[in-house]
């Protein structure tokens, strides 16, 4: 690690060796690279045809998909607590 305060480190994405580097723990990136790769693997193996580019694409549709639901969920949530807290 340089002086910057960002972790880097090199994983394996779908596999390509990809250099990332963040001030996120070593361990939730190496936990953010390994849901990307399961994500295209999952996708890659239902569909031999498709290269890698649009396996990716696929796969951030998914996972943007899955962020924009439990975001939803989140905020529902919220909005209960405040109400019962407005009940209170």
Do not use: C, P
């Not at 796969?59 to 607590?81: G, P």
């Amino acid at each position: 690690m340089q002086g910057d305060g960002k972790n880097r480190l090199t994983v394996d994405i779908y596999g390509q060796q990809y250099r990332l580097s963040g001030k996120a723990s070593v361990n939730h990136i190496r936990m953010v690279a390994g849901f990307v790769d399961d994500k295209m693997n999952e996708i890659g193996k239902g569909n031999h045809r498709l290269d890698t580019a649009k396996i990716a694409v696929l796969a951030a549709v998914n996972i943007a998909d899955e962020y924009f639901r439990l975001r939803s969920e989140y905020e529902a949530l919220l909005k209960m607590l405040q109400e019962d807290a407005n009940e209170s």
